[in-house]
């Protein structure tokens, strides 16, 4: 059981603001920016470990338009895919996100989200437009209050909070 900081009153599970006092309890429950940061090389590593070993498997030895669409393919397929699958069917945890005790869920509700919201989250996450929504979302929300971070998360309306123990 949980308590507001401020009026000391009994919370339910994942409020953002205390139903007695008002008070903003986001600062509580979002993850920080540093964890959500491990969990992201974590999460990278077997990406590009997977990646390499298909493209080492399956490119031409000369450079050719065949190897960069097979580049882009390849990450794309298993960057997206890897996110996608863990979030969706993880409840909001890829193994980065396991160890660091954060999860990705609705804004709104702080619940699990859709399937589809999941995917959104993560489309572009093996392509290099991944750095443009990194970019964009640094640009555009530092004094977000929900810690938005990338720009899709406006797009799958999801945050990353803690997981309460
Ligand atoms: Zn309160």
Request: net charge positive; hydrophobic share 45%.
């Amino acid at each position: 059981m949980n308590f507001c900081p401020k009026c000391g009153c009994k919370l339910g599970e994942s409020v953002k603001f205390c139903e007695e006092c008002g008070a903003d309890l986001r600062e509580k429950i979002l993850a920080e920016v540093y964890f959500r940061g491990f969990a992201l090389i974590l999460d990278y590593g077997p990406i590009f470990a997977l990646s390499e070993l298909i493209l080492w498997l399956l490119s031409d030895p000369s450079p050719s338009l065949y190897n960069i669409f097979l580049f882009l393919s390849v990450y794309f397929l298993i960057g997206f895919g890897y996110f996608w699958l863990f979030e969706a069917y993880n409840n909001g945890q890829t193994i980065g996100k396991w160890v660091f005790r954060i999860r990705t869920v609705d804004t709104n509700t702080l619940e699990i989200t859709t399937k589809k919201r999941y995917a959104i989250n993560n489309l572009v996450r093996g392509t290099p437009l991944f750095l443009l929504d990194l970019a964009i979302g640094l640009v555009k929300n530092p004094e977000d209050p929900d810690k938005r971070i990338r720009w899709s998360q406006e797009f799958s309306k999801t945050i990353v909070v803690k997981t309460i123990k």
